[in-house]
């Protein structure tokens, strides 16, 4: 088996309770200045709105998900080899867990897996 590459991906998602969804947004846009441009969330049927935020070169996604109590951050990683990606992670413990936001439409491979401390990251293979 080839030992994949893992890289880190340009995308951070933060999933934020509806109930500070709002004040959210007006912080990175209003306060700090940063451009905000709210997105499509048809791809994500968990997340009842998102906006993109320029964080330097990644792009941070704040996501709206309506029965969440605290917010979360979730991080992508980029592998060259997915099937190989898996096979190590799974020698690790770590497993896919793509129960946690099914995603349609998406070009690439991907699998969402939790870290140890339960970060959950989107695996990309890159092609």
């Given amino acids: 088996m080839n030992q994949p590459e893992f890289t880190a991906g340009l995308n951070i998602a933060m999933k934020i309770p509806k109930a500070q969804y709002e004040a959210t947004v007006a912080f990175y846009r209003d306060t700090l200045g940063f451009e905000v441009k709210e997105e499509d969330v ?5 997340v009842s709105r998102t906006h993109s935020v320029r ?3 990644n792009t941070l ?3 709206c998900v309506d029965n969440y109590s605290q917010p979360d951050l979730w991080l992508q990683l980029h592998t060259d080899d997915l099937d ?6 799974a020698g690790t413990g770590i497993r896919p867990c ?3 936001e099914p995603l349609h439409d998406l070009e690439s491979r991907t699998h969402w897996i939790k870290n140890p401390a339960g970060i959950v990251h989107l695996l990309a293979e890159s092609g």
Avoid: C, K, R
């Fill in 61 to 63: 996604w704040l996501d």
């Fill in 55 to 57: 964080f330097g070169p």
């Fill in 98 to 100: 793509d129960e946690v």
């Fill in 42 to 46: 048809s791809y994500a049927p968990t």
């Fill in 84 to 89: 190989a990606a898996t096979a190590v992670l």
